[in-house]
């Protein structure tokens, strides 16, 4: 019996320092995919926090790192407005486009509305045609000025979703800027005061 109680112990050493050995494992490879030049702003910040030098219950960060965080938020942010900016444009132009195209369609429409109504010969460009070949042409024209028409329905319908996802997304870029803006520097306002607290400490305990 004490064997069997001693190798439960052992296998349960070896289970616990198993799982150590993993997750410590598992914690390196995921600090290694992180960057304070690639990836996603969120995580250029982690990197920030991971990499940052404990002082107490502070963080102590480089001052390049917070710099280089800042040029690439910015520029993020410049990268979603200009695309927000170009989706914008794109769908105002298809949006001319689609009301031009309804106009066109309508005084089609009309046209050949007319032509129920009239002679069986009609002139065309100073030659006479038969009126039924005249409707033809003329409703093969409205139906590809209608197929046209749908197609930029559906280009503007696209358009305006990929507006209101890049304005969904600078919004949240800006939101998650200013909050880890906010972070770090109450960050640093608490390491400077600490650190006046500490040099003021010095100063006392060197003039007794």
Same mark, same amino acid.
């Given at each position: 019996?004490?064997?069997?109680?001693?190798?439960?112990?052992?296998?349960?050493?070896?289970?616990?320092?198993?799982?150590?050995?993993?997750?410590?494992?598992?914690?390196?490879?995921?600090?290694?995919?992180?960057?304070?030049?690639?990836?996603? @702003?969120? /995580?250029?910040?982690?990197?920030?926090?991971?990499?940052? /030098?404990?002082?107490?219950?502070?963080?102590?960060? !480089?001052?390049?790192?917070?710099?280089?965080?800042?040029?690439?938020?910015?520029?993020?942010?410049?990268?979603?407005? !200009?695309?927000?900016?170009?989706?914008? /444009?794109?769908?105002?132009?298809? /949006?001319?486009?689609?009301?031009?195209?309804?106009? %066109?369609?309508?005084?089609?429409?009309?046209?050949?509305?007319?032509?129920?109504?009239?002679?069986?010969?009609?002139?065309?460009?100073?030659?006479?045609?038969?009126?039924?070949?005249?409707?033809?042409?003329?409703?093969?024209? @409205?139906?590809?000025? =209608?197929?046209?028409?749908?197609?930029?329905?559906?280009?503007? %319908?696209?358009?305006?979703?990929?507006?209101?996802?890049?304005?969904?997304?600078? =919004?949240?870029?800006?939101?998650?800027?200013?909050?880890?803006?906010?972070?770090?520097?109450?960050?640093?306002?608490?390491?400077?005061?600490?650190?006046?607290?500490?040099?003021?400490?010095?100063?006392?305990?060197?003039? !007794?």
């Amino acid at each position: 019996m004490k064997n069997v109680y001693l190798a439960c112990i052992a296998l349960t050493l070896i289970t616990l320092f198993t799982n150590v050995i993993n997750a410590q494992e598992a914690t390196d490879e995921e600090e290694s995919k992180l960057s304070l030049t690639e990836g996603s @702003v969120d /995580n250029q910040f982690e990197f920030i926090i991971q990499r940052s /030098n404990n002082y107490q219950e502070y963080k102590v960060v !480089k001052k390049n790192w917070l710099y280089t965080l800042k040029k690439n938020t910015l520029d993020s942010m410049a990268r979603v407005e !200009k695309e927000l900016a170009e989706s914008i /444009n794109l769908s105002k132009t298809q /949006n001319s486009e689609i009301e031009s195209l309804k106009g %066109k369609l309508q005084e089609s429409q009309n046209h050949v509305s007319t032509l129920t109504n009239e002679r069986d010969s009609i002139s065309f460009f100073g030659a006479l045609i038969d009126k039924s070949a005249y409707k033809a042409t003329m409703w093969g024209i @409205v139906g590809l000025l =209608a197929v046209v028409l749908l197609f930029f329905i559906y280009k503007f %319908k696209n358009s305006n979703v990929v507006t209101q996802n890049a304005k969904k997304a600078l =919004a949240d870029l800006e939101r998650e800027y200013e909050e880890h803006r906010k972070k770090a520097l109450e960050r640093e306002q608490k390491v400077r005061r600490q650190l006046q607290d500490e040099i003021n400490k010095q100063k006392i305990a060197k003039a !007794k």
